[in-house]
C-alpha cells in the first residue's frame, strides 16, 4: 500500500524533505510540505494524517508570503509612500489556506503535490479552523478591504486585537443557543508570525501631573505591554503583501510578584499578567455590569494606543535617518477609524503629540485632523457608543482632560461663527453632561475631530447628512462622503464557486473579471442562451448538492436540492427581522397543513435556512434562534408536509459556513425595516452568485436593484421616509393588523411548535407603545406586503427559464459591489495614496 492514501505517513516518506520555500511544482511543492512535516515539527514523529498535513501545507504556503511580505516591506521602505492604517475592533478573515493558494495562482499545484503525499485537498482544507476575531459584517468588510488594498498594491495595514476566545462558538440544543469559547488558538494558527521586537507599553488608571514648564504628563496607574502578531495578506496575482498586525496584552516578569507567590498568594502574585490576559479574552465582553465596560474601554483604548505608537515609531524610522518635521505626519499617514470602537485614537493622538513630543494644542490639533478619517457604520441609537464621563476619567484620566478641551473649544466655535445653531449646542457637543447620566458621545468625537466622514451606501450617508449628522453639515459641508461597501470576488466567487466561476470566465473568454468585476455586465448579452441556461443550472446544482450534504453532515436533516433553497444568514437582530422571517413560515406551513394533498402538488417545494449569532445578554434574539429550531422540529417530522417545506437553522455561522451556503443558495432574505441596515454585504455576496434576493428598501439593496434591474428583485416593504410616520400612527392606535399576520402569531400561541412560551418574544409586536413593544421594527405592517412578494417569488420559480434568466441577470449586475471600487475610492477620495507595486 505504499504512497497510497491509505499510508499517509510511507506517502510522506517517499518524498524526500526539502526545504525551497519558493516552490512552484507540486514535486518541489510537495518536498518542502515535508521538510516542514520534519523540520517545524509540531507534532509526534511519524505522523502523517489530515491534520499533520494542514500544518505541513500551511507553513509551506507560508515560506512563500515570508518571502513577499519583506519584498513588499523593503520596497515600501524605499519608495517612503504615504500608507493606511486601518483601525478595526474585528476583523473576520475565513480560512487563511485556499485564499493564499488561490492568491499566489498555486492552486493546482498545491492540490497536485498533496494527492503525490496521499492527500486531498479538499479535505486538508477542512483541517483549518476560522480565526475567531469578528463576528458579523463589520469585521468581514475589513477583511475583505484587506484584500482589495493588497491586489491593488496599495501600502496599507489592518490593524485589531488577537483574540483568543472570539465572541464564542454557537451549539444548538433543545435549550436553544448555547455559547461555547472558540478553540481556534487551543493549538496554534500557522498563519500568524510573533514580533518579539515590536512592544509598546500601554498604561491604564494613574494621575495626570503638571510639569514646572505648565506642560502635563500622565503617570502612575499600571502598565502593561503590547505584543505584535503579523499575519500576511496576499494579493492577487501580484507580489505586494501586506500586514494584519494584532495585538496581543501581556504583562512583565518583573510584574509577577515572587514573595506574594511563595507566600501562598497565587492569585495576588499574578494580577497583573491575569488582567492583561482578560484584554484579549473575548470580542465584545458582556458589558452589563461596570467590570464589563471597563473591560471593553480597556480593549478600545489598548488597540488605538499600541497601534499609534507603532505608526508614530515607522513615521519616525527614516532612510536616512534624519528627522521629520510633525507637520509631514499627514503627508505620510491616514489613518481610518472603522465605526467609534477606535474613537480613542483622536485623544491617545493629540496625549502623544503634546506631552511626548512637545508640540502644542493647535499644531496638534492640525496634524490630528489631517491624519484620520471616520467610518459610521450605524443609525441605530444603542450602537453609537457613549461612555460614562466617570469611567473615561477614572480609566484615561489624561484622555478625558484633552475630550474636554476639544468639547470646550468646538463649543466656542460654533457660539463665535455659527451662532444661528446655538439652540442645537447640546445635541452636537462632545460631553453630554446629563446629571443622571453624564457621557462622552464618541460618534460626536469623531465628527468634530475627522476630516472626513462616510457613509457606508448612498441610503446610509443620506440619513447621515439628512438627520443623524445634520447640523454637522452646515459647519462642514465637504466633510461626508458616500462609500458604498463591496466585497472581495476572490474570496466570494472564484474559491467558493469554482463550477461558477468557470463558467463565467468561459463565456466571457477572460478570467479578468477577478480583478475587474465591472465586466460581468458582459453576461448580459447571453442571459437568453439556452447552453448557458443549462451550464448555469448545472454549475448550481452542485453547489446545492454541496450544501445539502454539509447541511445533513451538521444538523441531521436531510434537505432536497431540487426544492427552492431559500436563506437568510447573519447576526439574530431585532432589526434584521429574522422574526418576520419565521412567521413567514409558520404561516406558509398552516396553509400547507391546510390543503388536500393534491393541492400541494402545485406548491413551489422550498427549503428555508437560517443561521446566525444571537448576542449572549440579547434575549430576544435567543427567543428568535429557539423558535426557528422549534418549528423545523416539527414541520421536518410532519410527513404530510415535509416533501414541501424543511426549515433548518444552520449552527455557528462563520465565514467557512457563508462560503458554503451563499453558492447553493437562491432565493436570499434581506428584510431589514428600511432605514436601519447601514448597508449589508452579504446581499452583495448573494446577488453575485446567481441568488435572488427578497428585500425592503434598505442599505445597499437600494443599488443592487438599480444594477441587477428591478424586475429580478422581489421588493416589498415600507420605505425609510415612511417609517417614522408609521411609527406614530401605531402610537396613536391607528394600525390595522393583517389577519393572515393575527393567524401566524396564534399558531404559534397555539403551542403547535411546542411547550415554550413565546408569549414575551411575541408581545414584542403587540400594543401601541412603551419599552419591548408597539412593533418598533414594523413587522405587523410589513407582514402583508413581504407574505405577498413570496407568492411572487413560488410564481416565478416554476419558470425554470425565467428564473434562470434572472439569476444570470443578477451576477451580471454585480459589478458594482467589489471592495475594488470601494478602496479605490477610499484611497482617492479620503485617504490620498497612490499604488506602491512590488517590481
Known amino acids: 500500500m505504499e504512497g497510497t492514501k491509505k499510508d499517509n505517513g510511507s506517502a510522506a516518506k517517499k518524498i524526500p524533505g526539502v526545504a525551497n520555500p519558493v516552490a512552484e511544482n507540486p514535486v518541489d511543492i510537495a518536498s518542502n510540505i515535508t ?36 519584498e513588499t516591506y523593503l520596497h ?40 503525490e503525499l496521499g492527500h486531498q485537498l479538499e479535505q486538508i482544507v477542512e483541517q483549518e479552523k476560522d480565526a475567531a476575531l469578528g463576528n458579523g459584517g463589520l469585521g468581514r468588510l475589513a477583511s475583505c478591504f484587506l484584500d482589495s488594498m493588497a491586489t491593488l498594491s496599495l501600502p496599507a495595514w489592518g490593524y485589531g486585537l488577537r483574540y483568543r476566545y472570539g465572541l464564542f462558538k454557537q451549539r444548538i440544543t433543545k435549550a436553544g443557543q448555547e455559547e461555547t469559547a472558540e478553540d481556534w488558538l487551543e493549538k496554534f494558527s500557522p498563519w500568524e508570525v510573533v514580533r518579539h521586537d515590536v512592544v509598546f507599553p500601554v498604561r491604564f488608571f494613574g494621575h495626570v501631573e503638571v510639569q514646572p514648564d505648565g506642560s502635563r504628563k500622565w503617570a502612575g496607574g499600571e502598565v502593561l505591554q503590547a505584543l505584535a502578531y503579523d499575519v500576511p495578506i496576499p494579493g492577487y496575482k501580484t507580489k505586494n503583501t501586506n500586514s494584519l498586525r494584532l495585538w496581543e496584552a501581556k504583562a512583565i516578569s518583573e510584574d509577577f510578584n515572587l514573595f506574594q507567590f511563595n507566600d501562598g498568594q497565587y492569585e495576588a502574585a499574578a494580577q497583573l499578567h491575569s488582567r492583561a490576559q482578560q484584554i484579549c479574552d473575548v470580542l465584545y465582553p458582556g458589558d452589563a455590569t461596570e467590570n464589563g465596560k471597563l473591560l471593553r474601554l480597556k480593549q478600545q483604548y489598548f488597540l488605538c494606543s499600541a497601534s499609534l505608537q507603532d505608526i508614530i515609531f515607522r513615521f519616525k524610522e527614516r532612510k536616512d535617518g534624519s528627522s521629520r518635521p510633525w507637520s509631514e505626519f499627514p503627508s505620510k499617514v491616514a489613518v481610518q477609524l472603522n465605526d467609534t470602537h477606535p474613537t480613542l485614537a483622536i485623544p491617545e493622538l493629540m496625549r502623544i503629540l503634546m506631552d511626548d513630543e512637545g508640540l502644542g494644542w493647535d499644531e496638534a490639533w492640525d496634524v490630528m485632523t489631517k491624519t484620520i478619517a471616520y467610518t459610521n457604520h450605524t443609525v441605530l441609537p444603542e450602537a453609537l457608543e457613549k461612555w460614562s464621563q466617570a469611567v473615561m476619567s477614572k480609566l484615561l484620566p489624561r484622555h478625558m482632560e484633552i475630550i474636554e478641551e476639544i468639547d470646550k473649544r468646538f463649543v466656542a466655535m460654533i457660539q463665535s461663527k455659527h451662532p444661528e445653531l446655538e439652540s442645537k449646542i447640546s445635541g452636537m457637543r462632545i460631553l453630554d453632561h446629563n446629571p443622571k447620566k453624564p457621557v462622552v458621545r464618541m460618534a460626536n468625537l469623531c465628527v468634530v475631530s475627522a476630516h472626513t466622514v462616510n457613509g457606508v451606501a448612498q441610503l446610509h450617508s443620506d440619513i447621515l447628512k439628512n438627520e443623524l449628522f445634520a447640523d454637522y453639515v452646515s459647519v462642514w459641508p465637504t466633510k461626508f462622503q458616500n462609500k458604498t461597501n463591496g466585497i472581495t470576488p476572490r474570496r466570494w466567487l472564484r474559491f467558493c464557486s469554482p463550477e461558477l466561476s468557470q463558467l463565467i470566465t468561459k463565456w466571457l473568454k477572460t478570467d479578468q473579471w477577478v480583478t475587474n468585476l465591472d465586466l460581468l455586465t458582459d453576461l448580459r448579452k447571453f ?77 413551489t417545494p422550498r427549503t428555508i435556512m437560517i443561521g446566525g449569532k444571537a448576542f449572549a445578554t440579547y434575549t430576544n434574539a435567543k427567543r428568535i434562534v429557539k423558535l426557528v429550531d422549534d418549528v423545523g422540529a416539527v414541520v421536518n417530522s410532519d410527513t404530510e408536509v415535509n416533501t414541501y417545506l424543511k426549515v433548518v437553522f444552520v449552527p455557528n455561522y462563520n465565514v467557512s459556513v457563508a462560503e458554503m451556503l451563499i453558492p447553493g443558495s437562491e432565493l436570499s432574505q434581506h428584510i431589514s425595516t428600511a432605514g436601519m441596515e447601514a448597508s449589508g454585504t452579504s446581499n452583495m455576496k448573494f446577488a453575485l452568485n446567481g441568488c435572488l434576493i427578497i428585500g425592503t428598501l434598505d442599505g445597499a439593496n437600494v443599488e443592487i436593484r438599480e444594477e441587477v434591474g428591478e424586475d429580478n428583485f422581489f421588493l416589498f416593504g415600507a420605505t425609510a421616509d415612511e ?72 410564481e416565478a420559480y416554476k419558470d425554470r427559464k425565467r428564473w434562470t434568466k434572472m439569476s444570470i441577470l443578477s451576477t451580471a449586475g454585480s459589478g458594482k459591489f467589489s471592495s475594488d471600487r470601494t478602496i479605490g475610492q477610499y484611497a482617492k477620495e479620503i485617504w490620498n495614496i497612490e499604488e506602491c507595486r512590488v517590481p
Open 76 to 115: 515600501y521602505h524605499k519608495v517612503d509612500p504615504k500608507q493606511t492604517y486601518y483601525l478595526s475592533m474585528e476583523f473576520l478573515q475565513g480560512r487563511a489556506l485556499t485564499n493564499a493558494i488561490g492568491n499566489l495562482d498555486i492552486q493546482d499545484a498545491y492540490a497536485d503535490a498533496l494527492n
Open 527 to 603: 442571459a437568453d442562451n439556452a447552453d448557458l441556461h443549462a451550464e448555469w443550472e448545472s454549475a448550481k446544482m452542485a453547489n446545492k448538492q454541496r450544501l445539502a450534504r454539509y447541511v445533513l453532515r451538521v444538523t441531521g436533516v436531510s434537505i432536497n436540492p431540487n426544492s427552492l433553497f431559500d436563506i437568510q444568514v447573519k447576526r439574530i437582530h431585532e432589526y434584521k427581522r429574522q422574526l418576520l422571517n419565521i412567521l413567514g413560515v409558520v404561516y406558509r406551513y398552516k396553509k400547507l397543513k391546510e390543503m388536500s394533498p393534491e393541492e400541494r402538488k402545485s406548491t
Open 723 to 794: 417609517v417614522p410616520r408609521l411609527r406614530q400612527e401605531r402610537e396613536d392606535g391607528l394600525f390595522k393588523p393583517d389577519p393572515r399576520f393575527e393567524e401566524a402569531k396564534e399558531f404559534i400561541r397555539s403551542g403547535a411548535f411546542g411547550s415554550y412560551d413565546y408569549n414575551p418574544l411575541l408581545d414584542s409586536l403587540e400594543g401601541n407603545s412603551g419599552y419591548g413593544r408597539g412593533d418598533y421594527f414594523l413587522v405587523g405592517y410589513d407582514f402583508p406586503s413581504y407574505i405577498d412578494a413570496q407568492t411572487k417569488v413560488d
Open 35 to 70: 521538510y516542514h512535516a520534519h523540520y517545524t515539527p509540531h507534532f509526534s514523529a511519524f505522523k502523517f494524517e489530515p491534520e499533520q498535513a494542514y500544518y505541513a501545507a500551511a507553513h509551506s504556503v507560508r515560506d512563500r508570503l515570508v518571502q513577499q511580505w519583506n
